[in-house]
C-alpha cells in the first residue's frame, strides 16, 4: 500500500495538491484507483510528480492519454488539464455537473479560447470543410486520429487566401498526393501558395502538372532536411534548447517532421518557381539554413502546450524572422514553419491545438 509522488508518501487523496485533486477527478475512475492503490497491502506505485500520475493513471485505465469530458464533448489530457489552474478547472468541473447558467457558460467559452482547446463541434468543421471541397468520401478520411482531426479544423480556419486556385482543385491534387492526412493538409497548402504564383490563364490541368513537377524537383532535396534531435517525452523548455544545442554543436539541423510539411514551407516562404538541379538545389539550402540560424540564436524558452498533453510548440522569433519548433509526442523535436511573416492565428493554435502555455515543470 505505498504510493508514492515526488518521493512523498500519499497515504490519502488530500495528499495531492488542489490542482492534482481536480485533474484526477476528470480522469473516469481516476480517484477510485487512488482510493484503491493506497489501500491495497500489495500495491507499490511511485511517480515523479502529479503530472507523470495524471498521464500513468489515465493510460493505464483506458489505454488513451485524452480524458472524455462527456458534457462539453471535449477530449482534453488531463496534462493539460492541470496547467489550466485551478480556477478554470472548477469551472469545467461545474459545467461537467450540469451547470448550464449563462456565466459559467460564457467562463467556458473563454477557457477554451484562452487555453486554445477544442471540442467535437470544433472538429466538426474540419470534416465540414471536407465535404465543401468535395473530398470528404475519399478513403484516406475513414480514420481519423485527434491529430489527423486538428490539422483538418487547423485547414478550415485558415483565412481565406487572395487566390483564383479554387479548394477543389487543391483538394484533388492533395488527394492523389496524400498518404497521410496530414499530408492532405500540407500539400493542400503547397498547391495554393505555389500555384498561385502561375500565370492566370494557366489551367488546371496545367497547374497540376506544375506542381507535381515541382513536387518531383522539391521532395528529394528535402531528404536531408528530415533529422531531428529527441528527447524522452514531455521536457522542460531548457532541456529541449540543450538537446537543441548539442545537435548542432555535432554538425546537425534541426529538421522538419514529414517531407510535405517541408515542401509546403518552401511554397509559402521562398520565391521557388520552375527552379531545377543546382538553382533548386541552392535555394532549398539558403531556407534551410536561414532557420537553423534563427534556431541557434534564439533558443527556446516558453512552450505552447497540446490538447494532447504530449506535444509542445515553441515559437521562436527575432526581427522579422520567425519560426516555430515542435515537441512531438515522440519527443521529436522538428521544425514546424520559418519565414520572414508572423505566424498565422491557425499556427498559434496546434497538436496539435487547441494549445496552452506548459508549465516549467512539464514542457
Not at 194 to 220: D, E, I, K, N, W
Not at 273 to 301: C, K, N, W
Request: hydrophobic fraction near 45%; charge should be negative.
Amino acid at each position: 500500500m505505498t504510493v508514492m509522488v515526488a518521493n512523498r508518501l500519499v497515504q490519502n487523496q488530500a495528499a495531492l495538491s488542489d490542482i492534482g485533486r481536480l485533474a484526477l477527478a476528470f480522469i473516469d475512475g481516476g480517484p477510485e484507483w487512488l482510493s484503491w492503490a493506497i489501500s491495497t497491502p500489495t500495491a507499490q506505485y511511485a511517480f515523479a510528480d502529479e503530472t507523470t500520475l495524471l498521464a500513468q493513471v489515465q493510460q493505464g485505465l483506458h489505454t488513451s492519454r485524452f480524458a472524455f469530458l462527456p458534457t462539453l464533448q471535449a477530449m482534453i489530457s488531463p496534462v493539460k488539464l492541470i496547467s489550466l489552474g485551478v480556477a478554470d478547472l472548477r469551472t469545467l468541473g461545474r459545467a461537467e455537473s450540469g451547470d448550464t447558467s449563462a456565466p459559467i457558460q460564457a467562463q467556458i467559452k473563454r477557457i477554451f479560447t484562452d487555453h486554445h482547446l477544442l471540442s467535437g463541434s470544433d472538429f466538426a468543421q474540419g470534416t465540414a470543410f471536407l465535404q465543401t471541397l468535395g473530398v470528404n468520401q475519399a478513403g484516406l478520411f475513414q480514420f481519423l486520429t485527434f491529430e489527423d482531426q486538428l490539422a483538418l479544423y487547423q485547414l478550415a480556419a485558415q483565412p481565406s487566401t487572395q487566390t483564383a486556385i479554387p479548394g477543389t482543385e487543391a483538394a484533388q491534387f492533395a488527394v492523389s498526393q496524400a498518404r497521410t492526412v496530414l499530408e492532405f493538409a500540407d500539400y493542400y497548402q503547397f498547391y495554393l501558395r505555389y500555384c498561385s504564383r502561375m500565370p492566370t490563364a494557366s489551367t488546371a490541368q496545367q497547374r497540376g502538372t506544375q506542381a507535381t513537377s515541382a513536387l518531383m524537383v522539391l521532395l528529394p532535396l528535402l531528404f536531408s532536411a528530415l533529422d531531428a534531435p529527441q528527447v524522452p517525452g514531455l521536457v522542460s523548455p531548457a532541456e529541449v534548447a540543450n538537446a537543441i544545442s548539442v545537435w548542432v554543436r555535432n554538425g546537425r539541423q534541426v529538421g522538419f517532421s514529414r517531407l510535405s510539411e517541408a515542401a509546403a514551407q518552401i511554397a509559402q516562404n521562398t520565391v521557388f518557381q520552375l527552379e531545377t538541379g543546382d538553382a533548386a538545389r541552392a535555394l532549398v539550402q539558403s531556407y534551410i539554413a536561414g532557420a537553423q540560424a534563427l534556431i541557434v540564436a534564439q533558443p527556446v524558452r516558453q512552450g505552447i502546450l497540446g490538447q494532447d498533453g504530449a506535444s509542445c510548440l515553441f515559437p521562436i522569433r527575432s526581427g522579422d524572422q520567425q519560426a516555430t519548433l515542435m515537441l512531438g509526442g515522440t519527443g521529436l523535436i522538428t521544425l514546424r514553419s520559418y519565414g520572414l511573416q508572423p505566424p498565422s492565428a491557425s499556427e498559434t493554435l496546434v497538436a496539435g491545438n487547441r494549445l496552452a502555455d506548459a508549465p516549467d515543470s512539464d514542457a
